[in-house]
Every structure is written in structure tokens, then in C-alpha cells.
């Protein structure tokens, strides 16, 4: 599998979160270049290139980030890709259901780019989501 | 010195009778020499005066003069010196008129005046020249002290025949002025002599006679006053009775007569006088005497002992109470030394003791001892003072002596005593001092070593059921001992009597009370006297104090009364001991429990939050799920479903939508009820527009008053919290006032003291106030959700902050009419209300 033109490395346990936010942001414009994970582990093998993904060289341009994940938690797998040298410019958002004031000061004193209340009802997390897309990939400039 | 008057007049006399005895020398002389019989003679008929004898008279004079004037260097020298040659003279004389060989000394003592033979005069007569012997030897002797009375006689022999010779010129018998060859005296050589024994006799101021004139009282008026007085009216009698005679008024028998009867009279009346005065000083005597009876008597009747002695120590007098004092009856110990009152060793302090009274000074209340006839040593206080002479020489002391041995005892006791409150005082400071059994006892022992001496010593504790014990510490010579803490059976033990009896058990002698279990163990130790002593705590013997000594008989009863009430004192120690052990075990008790608990209450906290962290994450997962895949199904299905299906995908949208604020608020009220309150001082009327600011939709409405008042006070608090707090309070008011035509909103504060009620009040529906109780509960609603929507969790969070400040809250509503919410903060706070 070829993940050269993946953009935006969506990691998400819950699918149906998972597909409305493909769906947020395919409404944004944002169509073929997502790639989703459904733990944490799962995103650090296909950021550091292990296990699956062990021919993937290929990184995200933005990636989206759930707090609550089986295996390695969100908090812990931000840990790792502010440690290492091939991701700590990647921007990280973390989109997650928790509003805890803890999770929030824990994950910016991560490194986090961007935390993101999911919103509940449909509207507000349709706009939220595609607006993350547009302004990351779009707006928003990273180191080559 | 002999500075008083009585000296005065002697020495005056003195130098009168050595004037005028000189004076007549020069007069007989210049009679002598001019041939003047009526200076030699006075009368023709009479013997003419010799004039060696005149020139006698002189140097006698002299004599007399220069021995008063002992200050002038050498006068006493010449005074002897004249005197000597006085003697030479009348010795010569003497031997002439003895042996009859003549040595004409008259001639060459006067070759001038006897150069003509006719004018040879009269030899000195035997007599005269024997006065003359014994007056230069009284002369020459200078009143010297020795042997006084022997120089009256010496001065004696010229003042008698020249008063006989004057007798006889007086009455014209010429048998006493002239006898013989030997005895020859013409009157003025009789006057001369009679003034210059006179003077010579006043030298010699220790005889009896002297004395007379110069003491006080009635022999000195009889003396002084009388005797010149009588003598010269004897002979004016005389004189007058001859000039009459002479004269022809009448015959000398008829003279004489006269003069006898005249001198009966004055005789008469002098005795009459003198008896008039001695009846007086009678009655001043007895009067004196009976003075000196009561003085007497008190001195005798008095305990005390009150004697006299003599600057060399010789007792003078004794009272009964000396003889009480000292065991001496009075007989035998006048005449003795004091220093058979003197223990050895005090001499000392006598020696300096009487130096001070030799020096006129009293002394006062001296404390010393002194031995007894029996060799008893007693304790006394003596005031000794200095007994003075008429001349105020000090010749003896005086002094009074008691008996302090009871005064010494009982003041021992008051020390003891003293002592006793100073050792209870220590102990009672050690006591609350320490609640470590151990170290009481340890100071306590410490203490007690110093005032009564034991051996061994022990704290000795029973069981709860009181028929078993422990020595619990024991104390040897004052060193704690190690005891292996084994349990002993009272039965049969002297512990035993005293839990019978309860009183402190005394063995003056070992085994003297009989023989208990552990006697022989005693014996065996070497102890032969011991005490114990009960620990009582309200009349219950909680142990015993015990003491024991090596010596048989070693305490005596102020020691028994010290640890009487020393034991007291331990039984307070071990109670208050007892007590703390107890409460310490107690709050180690607590402690743990404490620890415990937290440790419980911080699972149960963990626990909560992990809770709360998955209700936020995971129940809303699924809602936004529901409500996203129904909205999905309105935008990409829209057309194709009929108006009921389009409703019912709406009903489940807005049920999601309120699940998810439900859950919102939960998790809000959640995180507060676990959030620290972070104090300071809050701002309140900014609070307050800010949390209206939060409210804006409310706000623009021209229909709603709301009433800030200017006057809030500020209080301190959590900012955060209190907002929500008005948040909260803010909503309520505007939403249940919504129905109302005109919504009235109040918002304010009063203070009280520190603390501060701060109110919002509205116009709106009210509430039953029967449904109080239900009000602040979670998810408790009052209205039905189609007149007001809501969660139930406001008022809820609004109690749970306040109560986090510490301050309460309250409201008050009628139906229909409207409500008021209070609540309170303080002005000023410290610290912040852990998490409940």
C-alpha cells in the first residue's frame, strides 16, 4: 500500500466518530488523503514505520488525534511524536470528548498543536472538524 | 582627771591653806626682822614664834602648793625637795631637844636676821618641830595612795595639838598650849599648823575623811556645811564670852555659863535638825528600799537567768532563774569564775563578747551555748550590758541570760516544715513537668535522696484485680536497678495488710509485724527497716512507695510525714501517667484510623474521577453518534422521508442534544465538587457582571429590570467558583421570571460582622416552599420541563461551592410571587475546606 499522498493520519477507536469525521472533512474539500488508525499503537507503527507498516517512510501533513485509545493512550503516543526527531514538527490537533481542564494542560504541556472539544451535536462537529482540515492543510505552514 | 566640783573645792582649799600658811612664815618673819612682837607674839606674854619655824611654815607652803600643781615640770621634784628640808630641820630640832647639844641651826639658816645677841628668839619647841617631821612626811609622800589611812594618823597629830593649843589660848589654859619645855605652842603657830594640816590633809583625797567631804548625801552637808559652821561658832561663843568678861559685863563664871547654855541650844537644835533630816531620808529609804525589794523580786521571779559579775569574771550575784538555767545554787557559785558557764571552745567568743562591755557596749540578744553544772550544753540569748561606778567607770557586766533550746527546736521544725513545702514544690514542677512515668520517678527519687537517706526504694503496681503486683522500678542508693517485672501474689505479703487497712505500713525492725512472703528476701538483702506507703487515686491503692534502709530504726517521724505526703503526690503522677498512656493510645488509635480513612477516601476519590473522566468521554461518544448519523440521515435522505419520519429523526436529535448537556452539567458539578478552592479577595459587583455578561441573551431585553445595588461588599473567595455561582443564581432568576410581563431582578448584600449575605431576587413563579428539601438536590426539578427547562444541577453546584467556602446558603419563595437566593462568604478567610 502507498501512504506517499496520506495528509492527515486520523486517529480514532470508535468508527462511527471515525467516519463522521471523514465525512466533516470530505465536506471540506479534503477527500483521499486520510488514513485512519483505531489505537495508539497502530499510530506509532505507522509513524515510526514498524510492524504494518514497516515500508511506510511517509508522513502526515497534520495528524488528528483522540485521547481515549485502547493499547497506548493519546496522551502517551503525543509523548512519542514530540520525542523523536522524524515527527516532533508534525502539528498534532487532539479531538476528544474529554473537556477535563487535566487532559487539556497535560497535552499542551505535550507539545500539543491544536485541542478540540469534540462538539456533540452534528453542526457543531461537522464545522469544527473541516475547519481543523482547512486550516492545516491548507494554512498552516510546517518545516520541510 | 578631777574634773568635778567636790575636786574644785579641795583643790581651792588647798591653795588657800598653802596661801595663807605661807603668808603667816613671810609675817613672822618681817616681825622678826622690825622687831614687831605683835606679829611674833600677838600677845605680850605669849611665846614669841621661832623663826626656823617661820621659814618652815614657808617652804611648808610651798610644799603644799607645788604638789597641786603636778602639770608644771619638775614642781614635784621641788616639792619634795622643800619638804625634805622641812624634815631636816624639825629632826634637828628634835635631836637638839633630846641630846641638848646645840647646833644653832636658827643661826646659820639666818645669819642676817640673828647677827645682834640680844635678838636672840625662842628655839623651835620640841613640839613644833614634831609637827613639822610629820607634816613634810605627808608632804613628801604627795598623797600618794599607799597605806591612806596611815597618813590621817601622821596628818592627825599636828591638826589635834594645834587645835588643843587654840583651846587653850580660847580659854585660857595654859596647860594646853604650853607644857613642859617640850610642848609649846603660841597661837599662831597653833592657827598655822591647824591650816596647813588642813590643806595637807585634803592631798590626801582616798582617806576616809576626804572621802566623807567629797561624797554626796547627808555626811557630805554634815561635813562640808556643819563642821566649819559648828567650829567657828564655837569660837566666836568663846571670842564673845572673853570680850564680855573682859570687858566687866559680867564674871567669867557667869560668861562661861553662859556660853555652855548658848552651845546646849545650838546642840539641841542641830540634833533636833538632824533627827527632822534623818526621818526624811528615812522615808526616802524606805521608799527605796521597797523600790529595790520590787526590783529585787523581779529579777528573782523571772525564768530568766540574771547575773553580775566583775570585769575578771567573778560572779557578784545570782537569781533563782540562774539557778534553774545552770543547776548552780547561789551559794556556790558567788565568788567563782563565770568560766564555769563557758563550754570550751566558746571562750572565744566570751573573750570577745566582754571586750565590747569593757568598752561600754551592750550586747544584745547573742546566741551561744553554755555548759550547765550537770555538763549539759544549753542553747541561750544573752544581753550583756556594762554596770558603771558613780564615776562612770565601767566595773562589771551584767547579764541576762534565756533558755532558747524550745525556741531552737521549734524553729528547726519551721525549717523542716519549709523544707518540706520547697521539696513538694520541686516535685510538684517535676510532676507536671513529665508524663513519662520513668522520668518522674527517677527526678522524684532524686529529690527525695537528698532529704531522707534510704537504701533501697521501689514503685511497686498492682493488677486491676489487686491480688497481684509488680515492682515496676526500683532504686538502689539512688541509681535506678533493672527488676525483671515478674507478677508476685499479694497473699501473705505486708501489702496485703495495707490494701485491708489503707494506711502507710512501718518495720522499725524487720519482722517485728511478723513474717510475709518476701521478708526472708529482705533479711537476705541485709534490709532491717522499712516503710511502705499506699498510692491511692480516690481512696483506691493503685500500688505502693516502699523505702528501705540497712539500719534498723532509721526514720523518724518528720521523715513518715514528708512521705505521706510525697506518696500523695506520686499517686497523682502515676494517675496522670495512667491517663496520658491512655490517651496517647488513643490518638495513635485515631491516627491510624485517620490515615486509614484518607487513604479510603482517596481510592474513593480516584475512583469518582476516573468515573467522571469516562461518562465525559464515553456516554457522549455514543450521542454524538446518534445525533450525527440521524442528521446524516436528514441531509443525504432528506427527500426521500415523509414529514412523520422527518419528525422522529428530529425527537431523537433533540433527545441526544439534551443527554448531552445533562451530561455536561454533571461532569461541571463533578469537577467542582473535586476542585480545590483557590482563595482571594473577590471583586463581587464585577463577578456579578460578568456572569451577566455570560447571560447576554437575557440582557439586551428591554423588559427586564435588573437592580445591582452599588454597595456590595467584597468578600474573599474563589473567583471562578463564585461567578458560577452567580451564573447559576442569575439563570434561575431570569428564567422563572420569563413568564412575568415586567421581570424584576434584585441583586445585593448586607454585611454581619465577617461574614457577608449576599441575595438575588426575583419576580418570577416561586416554588412551594413544602418542596424546600428538594430544591438544592441533584437533578431535582420543581417545574415541569415544558414550562421551564433545565438539568436540576445548578442549584445543586451553587450549595456544593458555597458549602466549599464554608458559608451557607438559603432561599425564600412564595408562589407566584417570586424567590430570593442567599448565600454567605466571609470577609476574610485562611484556609480553604479540603475536599468533604
Known sequence: MNYSDIEILLVEDNPHDAELTRRALKKGKITNNIHTVTDGEEALDYLFS??????????????????????????????????????????????????????????????????????????????????????????????? | ????????????????????????????????????????????????????????????????????????????????????????????TFFELITGINFNIDRWLLPVLFNNEQNNPNNMAGVTALNFILISIALYFNGSKKSNNLFLIIIALPLIDSLIAIAGYLYDVSSLYSFGSFYKLSYYTAGVFLILSTGVLFLYEDTIIIKLFKSDGISRILIRKFAPFFILLIIIMRVLTMLGSSEGFYTPVFGDALEIIANILILTGFIFWNAYTLQ???????????????????????????????????????????????????????????????????????????????????????????????????????????????????????????????????????????????????????????????????????????????????????????????????????????????????????????????????????????????????????????????????????????????????????????????????SIAVQNSNLYEKIKKMNEELEQRVIARTWELEEANKELEAFAYSVSHDLKAPLRAIDGFAKVLIEDYGDQLDIEASRVLNIIIQNSQKMSKLINDLLAFSRTSRREVSLSKLNINEIIYSALAQLCSYTDDEDIEIDIKDDIPDATGDKNMVQLVYVNLLSNALKFSSTREKQKIEVGACEKGNEIVYYVKDNG?????????????????LHSEDEFEGTGVGLALVQKIIQKHGGKVWAESKLNKGTAFYFTLEKEREYSYELQ
Open chain 2, 765 to 781: 413563579v416561586g416554588f412551594n416552599m413544602k418542596y424546600y428539601d428538594k430544591l438544592f438536590g441533584v437533578f431535582q426539578r
Open chain 2, 280 to 570: 526624811k531620808l528615812d522615808t526616802e529609804l524606805g521608799s527605796s528600799l521597797k523600790q529595790n525589794q520590787l526590783l529585787a523580786s523581779i529579777v528573782e521571779s523571772t525564768t530568766d537567768a540574771i547575773t553580775s559579775k566583775t570585769l575578771d569574771g567573778i560572779i557578784t550575784s545570782w537569781n533563782e532563774g540562774s539557778e534553774k538555767l545552770y543547776g548552780y545554787r547561789r551559794e556556790e557559785i558567788i565568788g567563782k569564775s563565770i568560766s564555769l558557764l563557758i563550754p570550751t571552745g566558746k571562750m572565744k567568743d566570751y573573750e570577745l563578747m566582754m571586750e565590747k562591755v569593757r568598752n561600754g557596749m551592750c550586747i544584745n540578744y547573742h546566741e551561744t551555748i553554755r555548759k550547765k553544772k550537770n555538763g549539759d550544753i544549753v542553747n541561750v540569748s544573752i544581753n550583756v550590758s556594762p554596770i558603771k561606778d558613780s564615776q562612770g567607770r565601767v566595773s562589771g557586766a551584767s547579764s541576762i541570760a534565756r533558755d532558747i533550746t524550745e525556741q531552737k527546736i521549734s524553729r528547726q521544725k519551721l525549717k523542716n516544715y519549709n523544707e518540706q513545702l520547697q521539696i513538694l514544690n520541686r516535685l510538684a514542677k517535676i510532676i507536671s513537668s513529665s508524663l513519662e512515668i520513668e522520668n518522674i520517678f527517677d527526678s522524684f527519687i532524686e529529690e527525695l535522696g537528698r532529704r531522707i537517706p534510704f537504701d533501697r526504694t521501689s514503685l511497686i503496681l498492682l493488677n486491676n484485680n489487686r491480688n497481684e503486683y509488680i515492682v515496676d522500678r526500683m532504686w538502689s542508693s539512688y541509681t535506678p536497678i533493672l527488676t525483671a517485672k515478674q507478677r508476685r501474689s499479694v497473699k501473705n505479703s505486708a501489702f496485703e495488710i495495707i490494701l485491708k487497712n489503707g494506711l502507710p505500713f512501718i518495720e522499725r525492725n524487720l519482722g517485728e509485724k511478723g513474717e510475709f512472703n518476701e521478708t526472708g528476701e529482705l533479711r537476705k538483702e541485709g534490709i532491717k527497716s522499712r516503710i511502705i506507703f499506699p498510692l491511692k487515686i480516690q481512696d483506691e491503692i493503685i500500688g505502693f512507695f516502699t523505702q528501705a534502709s540497712i539500719q534498723p530504726n532509721t526514720y523518724k517521724q518528720d521523715d513518715i510525714d514528708l512521705l505521706v505526703s510525697l506518696s500523695d503526690f506520686l
Open chain 1, 50 to 144: 514498524r510492524g504494518e507498516y514497516l515500508n511506510n517512510d511517509a508522513k502526515p501533513k497534520v495528524i488528528l488525534l483522540d485521547l481515549k485509545l485502547p493499547k497506548v493512550n493519546g496522551l502517551q503516543v503525543l509523548k512519542e511524536i514530540r520525542c523523536s526527531e522524524l515527527t516532533r514538527n508534525i502539528p498534532v490537533v487532539v479531538l476528544t470528548s474529554s473537556n477535563e481542564e487535566k487532559d487539556i494542560v497535560e497535552s499542551y504541556k505535550l507539545g500539543v498543536n491544536s485541542y478540540i472539544v469534540k462538539p456533540v451535536e452534528f453542526e457543531g462537529f461537522m464545522k469544527a472538524v473541516s475547519e481543523i482540515g482547512l486550516y492545516w492543510l491548507l494554512l498552516n505552514k510546517i518545516p520541510v
Open chain 2, 1 to 92: 582627771m578631777k574634773n568635778n566640783i567636790h575636786n574644785k573645792e579641795a583643790s581651792i582649799l588647798i591653795l588657800s591653806s598653802a596661801a595663807l600658811t605661807t603668808l603667816s612664815g613671810f609675817i613672822i618673819l618681817i616681825g622678826l626682822f622690825f622687831h614687831l612682837t605683835i606679829l611674833t607674839r600677838g600677845n605680850s606674854g605669849f611665846i614669841s614664834v621661832a623663826p626656823n619655824t617661820a621659814i618652815c611654815f614657808i617652804l611648808c607652803g610651798f610644799s603644799l602648793y607645788l604638789n597641786t600643781k603636778t602639770e608644771i615640770l619638775k614642781a614635784l621634784t621641788i616639792s619634795k625637795i622643800f619638804s625634805a628640808i622641812v624634815f631636816s630641820v624639825g629632826l634637828l
